[in-house]
T-cell receptor, first 114, second 116 residues
């Protein structure tokens, strides 16, 4: 049983560039979550999907951020026109909503915007 | 979701029990207590959760007071690999309905350092 995987693990980009991260949830998990964590802080919720439907978005998710889960399996998080303030760890988690809904996290993608 | 209060940091000797407290005085009847931990530069790891009764699994025990206003996570025999940030989170029962119960709201957590 594989866990949540994220790709890439590290991304360095220049300000103004677009970046896209991928998350593969645990097989058959129907909920998928994105969080962001800056240095010294706990993770902050960004958005979540149940199957392919995006059910909630945080106000942290500005219009430069977009997330998709087109077939209810993997998800992508895109950041357009990156800013230095976007530098953070982007975490993905998945859960099976009909079984206590416990969230299991991936290893994260570390984004550095120069 | 109810807020939680945890000590900023704690120390524990290797092989001894680590007892991590958490206050959640505003917890509601349909809110669970969850514990996660995060080892440096890794994603958070689920440890345990409970509603009213004490819970135990292969990683830890969770003791919830009768009034549910506080809880304690117990690592029975701490090892150096248990050094991490431990997060106590209160979360609405997912079966309670609504749309805001999906997310976890993390605080600052407790930095547990296990020393030899």
């Amino acid at each position: 049983d594989t866990g949540v995987s994220q790709d890439p693990r590290h991304k360095i980009t220049k300000r103004g560039q677009n970046v896209t991260f991928r998350c593969d949830p645990i097989s058959e998990h129907n909920r998928l979550y994105w969080y962001r964590q800056t240095l010294g802080q706990g993770p902050e919720f960004l958005t979540y999907f149940q199957n392919e439907a995006q059910l909630e978005k945080s106000r942290l998710l500005s219009d430069r951020f977009s997330a998709e889960r087109p077939k209810g399996s993997f998800s992508t998080l895109e950041i357009q026109r990156t800013e230095q303030g976007d530098s953070a760890m982007y975490l993905c988690a998945s859960s099976l909503v009909y079984h206590t809904d416990t969230q299991y996290f991936g290893p994260g993608t570390r984004l550095t915007v120069l | 979701d109810a807020k939680t209060t945890q000590p900023t940091s704690m120390d524990c000797a290797e092989g001894r029990a680590a007892n991590l407290p958490c206050n959640h005085s505003t917890i509601s009847g349909n809110e669970y207590v969850y514990w996660y931990r995060q080892i440096h530069s890794q994603g958070p790891q689920y440890i345990i959760h409970g509603l009213k009764n004490n819970e135990t699994n292969e990683m830890a025990s969770l003791i919830i007071t009768e009034d549910r206003k506080s809880s304690t996570l117990i690592l029975p025999h701490a090892t150096l690999r248990d050094t991490a940030v431990y997060y106590c989170i209160v979360r609405v029962d997912p079966d309670a309905g609504g749309t805001s119960y999906g997310k976890l709201t993390f605080g600052q957590g407790t930095i547990l350092t296990v020393h030899p």
